[in-house]
């Protein structure tokens, strides 16, 4: 009994890691259920010229893969681009461990995480054409967004990965501000008055991580009192158990709905040969996060990328998970 039970076993795991994987044989059967699930869907209007598109990034990373298809075609087109990062990811214990060499991660060695995180983030800027004047970074506290917004509007946030309560990084659009969702709030409808964009996008709520949860609710806020609710698309970074699969590199294939995304209107946007190869090299341009994260990032290096106009599901048409 003890044999079948451990063969069993053995068994499951052997087929989670050729689902999670997808080796060669598998890729087949994901490029068919990407078409069924991904080429049926509306096509969303690429930026064209004369257009500001702005997009709001919770972390270094997630500008690229959210959207680093759709930003070389809009720079492409002539389209200004501009990007804003909410956070310098100086949260991610994680990554501080391995780049350390397994030393305990440190409140000093979080913030010089940083701020390599923002060097990478212009970097990743750059491949896709984007000017360096044109990003903005906030620097507000990694894994804290949700608290600023909920808890701390008002009194100053101390955040316990890097033991700052105020906007410290060179660079950063307003050094010494607090860690309030006051001044979050105050600096991204300033980026919005100063850009004035004619499409702005964002992190959908559905979207696991709360930092991109409360990337959403700020900007909406914002968004709704400048009259501009109406130019918000929404994306997925954080969309569920395993997604997207398969992991790792495979260009490809097609990058079809998240399992948290279900019921959104989503919209596919097709990339060409050259903007998957330049997505590609945005990407390893986060050198700092591929020794953690890579199959997980690379895995959005796809045919297409998807974006939604609304942020929540019909009413009554789909359930929460």
């Not at 004035?196 to 964002?202: G, I, N, Q, S």
């Not at 158990?241 to 294939?253: C, D, M, Q, R, T």
Request: include cysteine; proline fraction near 9%; hydrophobic fraction near 40%.
């Amino acid at each position: 009994m003890k044999r079948r039970l451990v063969a069993g076993l053995f068994l499951i795991a052997l087929l989670l890691a050729a689902v999670v994987n997808a080796p060669s044989w598998l890729q087949y059967a994901y490029a068919w259920w990407g078409r069924a699930h991904v080429e049926g869907l509306p096509q969303a209007a690429a930026p064209g010229s004369g257009e500001r598109v702005l997009v709001l990034a919770p972390h270094p990373d997630d500008e690229v893969l959210c959207c680093g298809g759709l930003l070389r075609r809009a720079q492409q087109a002539g389209a200004e681009v501009y990007i804003v990062w909410m956070t310098s990811g100086d949260g991610f214990e994680m990554d501080e461990l391995v780049l350390d060499h397994g030393r305990r991660p440190r409140p000093e060695g979080l913030r010089a995480l940083g701020e390599r995180r923002m060097q990478e983030a212009r970097a990743a800027a750059a491949q896709l054409g984007v000017p360096q004047q044109n990003l903005f970074f906030l620097g507000y506290p990694d894994r804290g967004l949700r608290h600023l917004f909920l808890e701390n509007f008002y009194v100053p946030y101390r955040s316990p990965y890097t033991r700052l309560d105020a906007v410290a990084y060179p660079g950063t659009l307003n050094p010494g501000t607090p860690y309030t969702g006051e001044a979050l709030e105050r600096d991204l409808a300033a980026v919005f008055a100063r850009v004035d964009p004619t499409r702005v996008y964002l992190p959908s709520p559905r979207d696991a991580h709360p930092d991109h949860q409360a990337t959403s609710y700020f900007a909406q806020r914002v968004a709704g009192r400048s009259g501009r609710i109406g130019r918000l698309r929404y994306w997925i970074v954080h969309g569920g158990l395993e997604w997207p699969l398969p992991k790792g590199y495979h260009p490809g294939l097609a990058l079809e709905p998240a399992p948290r995304g279900r019921g959104l209107a989503w919209r596919r946007f097709p990339l060409t040969a050259a903007e998957v190869q330049t997505k590609h090299a945005a990407t390893l341009a986060h050198k700092s996060q591929l020794d953690v994260l890579s199959r997980f990032m690379l895995a959005f290096v796809r045919t297409n990328e998807l974006f939604s106009p609304t942020p929540f599901p019909e009413p009554g048409r789909y359930p929460v998970p």
